[in-house]
T-cell receptor, first 110, second 115 residues
Framework: RKEVEQDPGPFNVPEGATVAFNCTYSNSASQSFFWYRQDCRKEPKLLMSVYSSGNEDGRFTAQLNRASQYISLLIRDSKLSDSATYLC???????????FGAGTRLTVKP | DGGITQSPKYLFRKEGQNVTLSCEQN?????MYWYRQDPGQGLRLIYY???????QKGDIAEGYSVSREKKESFPLTVTSAQKNPTAFYLC??????????????FGPGTRLTVL
């Protein structure tokens, strides 16, 4: 089993749609969780950290479910500019030993 | 203007040649990392360094070597022993490896193609 698993997609949605991604992780002792965004042929950039209580940043909401070992990302009112690959990142032992999922590709269409 | 730079952006190499990828940061970060990204796979850690003159192997260190002589610089050498070197190489840095939740900042990457 991979340490971090994501549905590769692609998710093709119309502008204005709400879309959700899930990511599962295998190490129950994992401490830190993140969503990164990666545009085609570019470097990953931090979208948001995921806290135990869940957190929201504008149209983006991240949730953590420790019991089921998954994190989620919800994007509301999708924009064309949201088209990208979304990487789930988990830090198994704290510090900065990051484990990356393979990413979920999102395409938002007019 | 702070950030991480990688050079070159594209690199072509013949089989059997060693090649060195540059990574420089002016963010005053202690920790630096090298990842490799292949299509359909997550980033995989090659080497990381928490302080100058010290570095540790990541998950896929075979066929690679690094040095950390200066805080700002963490070059990666892809040797001829690396069996499948064609990939997208990403360098990252973070303020400290001992502090949890720290964001890693990535450079723009180098695409290496072995001909």
């Amino acid at each position: 089993r991979k340490e971090v698993e994501q549905d590769p997609g692609p998710f093709n949605v119309p502008e204005g749609a709400t879309v959700a991604f899930n990511c599962t992780y295998s190490n129950s002792a994992s401490q830190s969780f993140f969503w990164y965004r990666q545009d085609c042929r570019k470097e990953p950039k931090l979208l948001m950290s995921v806290y135990s209580s869940g957190n929201e940043d504008g149209r983006f909401t991240a949730q953590l479910n420790r019991a089921s070992q998954y994190i989620s990302l919800l994007i509301r009112d999708s924009k064309l500019s949201d088209s990208a690959t979304y990487l789930c990142v988990v830090t198994p032992g704290g510090g900065n030993d990051m484990r990356f999922g393979a990413g979920t590709r999102l395409t938002v269409k007019p | 203007d702070g950030g991480i730079t990688q050079s070159p952006k594209y690199l072509f190499r013949k089989e059997g040649q060693n090649v060195t990828l540059s990574c420089e940061q002016n963010l005053n970060h202690d920790a630096m990392y090298w990842y490799r990204q292949d299509p359909g796979q997550g980033l995989r850690l090659i080497y990381y360094s928490q302080i100058v003159n010290d570095f540790q192997k990541g998950d896929i260190a075979e066929g690679y070597s690094v040095s950390r002589e200066k805080k700002e610089s963490f070059p990666l050498t892809v040797t001829s022993a690396q069996k499948n070197p064609t990939a997208f190489y990403l360098c990252a840095s973070s303020p400290s490896d001992s502090v949890p939740y720290n964001e890693q900042f990535f450079g723009p990457g180098t695409r290496l193609t072995v001909l």
